[in-house]
Nanobody, 124 residues
Framework: QLQLVESGGGLVQPGGSLRLSCAAS????????IGWFRQAPGKEREGVSC????????YYADSVKGRFTISRDNAKNLVYLQMNSLKPGETAVYYC?????????????????WGQGTQVTVSS
């Protein structure tokens, strides 16, 4: 059973930056696609970004393109989401998720493993 633990959330002012981390309980490089999702109160879960396990290719939702960057540290089994120029509307619980697949990553939410989430609040 793969376990994922997010960290790095917190309170940030509009325009500020945060880096979220997702720690995996075991080696995932090459075997799993990783996705970052967020859910704001009263809203549906939204796919933000993902990275394919096979070749490291990435995807970003249009709303975050150019501001968010997904990356990974294979040696440490860590996946990051660097978030810049944050907006108040991006206040949400952010989740990382993993799915065993060598296919190109997707953000449809059909992932087998999920973290507990980390709260990000963008407010002045």
């Amino acid at each position: 059973q793969l376990q994922l633990v997010e960290s790095g959330g917190g309170l940030v002012q509009p325009g500020g930056s945060l880096r979220l981390s997702c720690a995996a309980s075991r080696f995932i490089y090459g075997y799993y696609m990783i996705g970052w999702f967020r859910q704001a109160p009263g809203k549906e879960r939204e796919g933000v970004s993902c990275m394919s396990g096979s070749d490291g290719s990435t995807y970003y939702a249009d709303s975050v393109k150019g501001r968010f960057t997904i990356s990974r540290d294979n040696a440490k089994n860590l996946v990051y989401l660097q978030m810049n120029s944050l907006k108040p509307g991006e206040t949400a619980v952010y989740y990382c998720a993993a799915d065993i697949s060598s296919s190109r990553c997707r953000v449809d939410g059909r992932y087998d493993y999920w973290g507990q989430g980390t709260q990000v609040t963008v407010s002045s």
